[in-house]
């Protein structure tokens, strides 16, 4: 018998113990973190998007859909609600052809650097708004100010249109430079935008459409 019988707290052998115990615990909870991301992040397919069934991250050929935005009291934010099928460009995109066109508009975007002024979900810089978000913006939306503007009756033939002469149709005190953006580009990057909006990032970015609300009734 030990005349200082240690207590557990200063005993060597209870903290390598411990120390085990928690690394091991935390190793198969990030584990199980790890899969249960890459499920929730892992994009649907057509077929989901046909039967309804909801998925974070939708297929390409959400591009063929309506896309809203609507306040979910449950989640507190607002979610991308997909709707009906609607043309895009004046037609319904097969799968290969979504997925193809998807990947022009994400090459163009990283080719033509659109982070060094916008942010994408979450990634690039706050000189510009940030375009996660921005195929929902009502000022793009039919009467909104965008259409008006650009003289388009679409959501995506506005966008495709101001791209390509960004200059020609500016609303903030700052500008877009011309990009020398093609059609063939701005139509791709139009479906990588609506595709994005379709993604759902929590309710982020917050706030996104304010500043345009005062605009949305802008031309009836
Ligand atoms: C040099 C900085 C800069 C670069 C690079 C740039 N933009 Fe912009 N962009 C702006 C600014 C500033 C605005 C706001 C001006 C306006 O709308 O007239 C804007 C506006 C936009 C809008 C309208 C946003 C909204 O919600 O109304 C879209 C869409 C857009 N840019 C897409 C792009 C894409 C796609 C690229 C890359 C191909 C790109 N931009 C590259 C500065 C930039």
Known sequence: MSQHDPSVWSSTSFWRRSAAWVTGFSAILLIFLTFDTMS??????????KTGKVRRVPAPTVINHAIEYKMSRKRGHEVPVIGEEQPFFGKIW????????????????QAKNCMDCHTLLGNGAYYAPDLTK????????????????????????????????PPKYATHTRRMPNLGITRDEAVAI?????????????????N?????????????
Do not use: C
């Open 40 to 49: 929730q992040i892992q994009m649907g397919s057509d077929e989901d998007l």
């Open 94 to 109: 097969s799968p290969e052809d979504a997925r193809a066109l998807l990947h022009k508009g994400k090459v163009t975007v």
């Open 134 to 165: 921005a195929w929902l913006d009502p000022a793009w939306q039919k009467g909104g100010l965008m259409q008006t503007l650009t003289r388009t009756h679409s959501t995506e033939e506005a966008m495709a249109k101001f791209l390509m002469d």
């Open 190 to 206: 139009v479906a990588f935008l609506k595709h994005m909006s379709a993604i759902d990032t929590n309710g982020f970015p917050r």
């Open 208 to 220: 996104f459409s304010k500043p345009h609300q005062g605009e949305v009734t802008y031309a009836k």
